[in-house]
Every structure is written in C-alpha cells, then in structure tokens.
C-alpha cells in the first residue's frame, strides 16, 4: 500500500516538467516520515539545521542526497560537509571561503548555490542581484578550489500578491543569467526557487529545482 506521504510526492513528481528536481524538504518532520518518502523513491531531501541533517543522515540510507537550506553559520560547516550533497544557502564571500577551505581539507568536491535576496523581507540572508553581480565578476569564484558552483537559489516575498512573487523568481532567474554571463563558469546549471505554496510560478519563471515541504509532510510543529 503506498503511504500518505508517498502519494503526495509522486502526484507533485508527476506535475513537475521534466528536468525539475523535487527537494523534499523534512525539517522539522521526523526519521518515520522520511524513511516513508524514502521507501517511495525519494533520495532528494532538504534540511535547514546542521544537527538534525546529521542525526538523520546516520538514522537514514546513505544513498540520500541530503540538501542543506537553511542560513549555514559559519561554526556548522565543518558540522555539515561530510553529509551535504548541495547547499543551498551560501549568502556571504565569507562564507564561500570557508566552506571552500573546509572541502580542502576533508578533500571532497562540494556543490553549492548562491542564495539571492529579492524578497521584501528584510530580515533574510542572501546577496542583493548587485552584490552577486560584483562576485560573479571577481576573482574569488575563479579562485575556488573544492566548490563548484552550481548556480542560484531564491526566495519570494511571503504575500499573496501573486504579480510581486512572479516579479521576485523574474528577478532571481535574471540573476542567475547574470552570473553565467559575468562568470563566466562552466558549472551553472541550476535555479533553486519555489516552495510549496508558490512552485507553479516558479517554475513558468525558470526554475528547475523546486523545494517542497508542507505539501509534502504537513505542517511543521516547531
Ligand atoms: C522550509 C523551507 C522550504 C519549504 O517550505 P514549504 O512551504 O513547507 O514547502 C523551502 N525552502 C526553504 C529555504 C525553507 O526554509
């Protein structure tokens, strides 16, 4: 019999264009439900704390290709990266480095994306378009040894005023085409944008890698 959560996930698989990656997001839902959304093909999950990701990749199989999501502190990296597939949520040079410099060291390649700030929220982490604009034509990208970028991840505003939403993933898709064309790095080949409530939008505006939660797993308790 396939589970609740099992049906959720294939009906949203089933919707999504070709090429769109599904990120399960499980933060916050705990190991049963995961291993529940495992059982019915899913190897894609996203968490957004660095102790919990840890403690359900030991708790999970290890062919699961664990996302982080959330604001990485800087103090958590090396928490992290012998579990991470992709991160998400790079929003500072600082940053970068750091997790550049920790890949050297436990000598291992890590995927990342750049986490562009459009939304009207103030109070979220991320590079402006300008700001991303002035990395993509530096030097530091270049100078990576261990990351490899792998393109963007963004946020729309939390309304529900749908013309500012599409307006905001317009925005991060154009930031995206920006750092392809001032980087001019090979690695570029994905768009992270759109969450349960809003993935429709974003994927019509480009995205291709869509991190879906609630949908999924039901509502959080925190
Ligand atoms: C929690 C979270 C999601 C998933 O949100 P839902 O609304 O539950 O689908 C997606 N992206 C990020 C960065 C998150 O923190």
Redesign the pocket.
């Known amino acids: 019999m396939t589970s609740t959560i099992g049906k959720r996930i294939h009906d949203i698989k089933a919707s999504l264009p070709e090429g769109v990656t599904l990120v399960a ?1 499980s ?1 916050f839902h705990p190991v049963e439900a995961l291993r529940e959304a495992y059982d019915s093909g899913q190897r894609v999950f ?1 968490e ?1 704390r660095a102790n919990e990701l840890v403690a359900k990749a030991q708790a999970l199989p290890a062919d699961i290709h664990w996302h982080f ?2 604001h990485l502190q800087t103090n958590k990296v090396r928490t992290i990266l012998p579990h991470v597939t992709l991160i ?2 790079i929003d500072s040079e600082r940053l970068l480095k750091l997790v550049d410099a920790e890949a050297q060291r436990i000598n291992r390649t890590v995927d990342v994306l750049l986490q562009v700030h459009v939304a009207k929220e103030e109070t979220k982490f991320g590079f402006s378009p300008e700001e991303l604009n002035e990395l993509a034509a530096g030097d530091t990208l270049q100078s990576l040894r261990n990351t490899r970028i792998r393109g963007v991840m963004g ?1 729309a505003s939390n309304v529900d005023d749908e013309v500012r939403i599409k307006d905001d993933f317009r925005r991060i898709a154009i930031a995206f085409d920006d750092l392809k064309r001032l980087s001019s790095l090979s690695s570029l080949d994905t768009v992270s944008m759109g ?3 809003d993935y429709g939008l974003a994927i019509d505006a480009g995205s291709n890698m869509v ?5 999924i797993f039901g509502e ?1 308790e925190y």
């Open positions: 997001v933060k996203g957004s999501i959330g998400h949520s946020m969450m349960s409530h991190r879906i939660g609630t949908t959080r």
